[in-house]
T-cell receptor, first 110, second 116 residues
Framework: DGGITQSPKYLFRKEGQNVTLSCEQN?????MYWYRQDPGQGLRLIYY???????QKGDIAEGYSVSREKKESFPLTVTSAQKNPTAFYLC?????????FGSGTRLTVV | GDSVTQMEGPVTLSEEAFLTINCTYT??????LFWYVQYPGEGLQLLLK?????DKGSNKGFEATYRKETTSFHLEKGSVQVSDSAVYFC???????????????FGKGTKLTVNP
């Protein structure tokens, strides 16, 4: 079945460490997105990519980085510059207005 | 910029009660409107959508009508079930004002709890 796979489901890291969240899709979608979810704040866009080797900052890109070397993969790195990284992270892809979301990664920084 | 405002809740109902979750939007172009549902610990699933004014989206007993005159897309269900307990997000996509991208703009979500 086609879909988006995010891994791991739960991730714990020490403060000051970089961490990379994986997002893989087999839907052949060109566009991919990373959202951050905090309680009571809905989902906010971190980065998005409309095509391989190209990506754009979203509303809250500071402290994050991405790459898009392959159509299937859009990894997100949470750097030590992100001041409050503990959150639920959702990856999505889109084809002509039809979005598919992954099941998310819950990152906890201790 | 584009924005979505929805009833924040939480909303608690008894089984078989009528549900309304209000959603209004601000957009400069011609947005498509969506309702997504999120069950605990999971990602988002599309519940329904509407792409132009007066369209009605419907799925699993839920309905929402795209009202351009009131810039609204309220979610309704005539008789809720315990299994409907989840967080509901209203969202829009407005490529006209987003440089051709189809990124979603979300409301803050409404948590619904349905008691037996």
């Amino acid at each position: 079945d086609g879909g988006i796979t995010q891994s791991p489901k739960y991730l714990f890291r020490k403060e000051g460490q970089n961490v990379t969240l994986s997002c893989e899709q087999n839907l052949n979608h060109d566009a991919m997105y990373w959202y951050r979810q905090d309680p009571g704040q809905g989902l906010r866009l971190i980065y998005y990519s409309q095509i391989v080797n190209d990506f754009q900052k979203g509303d809250i890109a500071e402290g994050y980085s991405v790459s898009r070397e392959k159509k299937e993969s859009f990894p997100l790195t949470v750097t030590s510059a992100q001041k409050n990284p503990t959150a639920f992270y959702l990856c999505a892809s889109n084809d002509r207005g039809t979005y598919t979301f992954g099941s998310g990664t819950r990152l906890t920084v201790v | 910029g584009d924005s979505v405002t929805q009833m924040e809740g939480p909303v608690t109902l008894s089984e078989e009660a009528f549900l309304t979750i209000n959603c209004t939007y601000t957009a400069t172009g011609y947005p498509s409107l969506f309702w997504y549902v999120q069950y605990p610990g999971e990602g988002l699933q599309l519940l329904l959508k509407a792409t132009k004014a007066d369209d009605k989206g419907s799925n699993k007993g839920f309905e929402a009508t795209y009202r351009k005159e009131t810039t609204s897309f309220h979610l309704e269900k005539g008789s809720v079930q315990v299994s409907d307990s989840a967080v509901y997000f209203c969202a829009l996509s407005d490529p006209w004002s987003q440089g051709g991208s189809e990124k979603l703009v979300f409301g803050k979500g409404t948590k619904l709890t349905v008691n037996p």
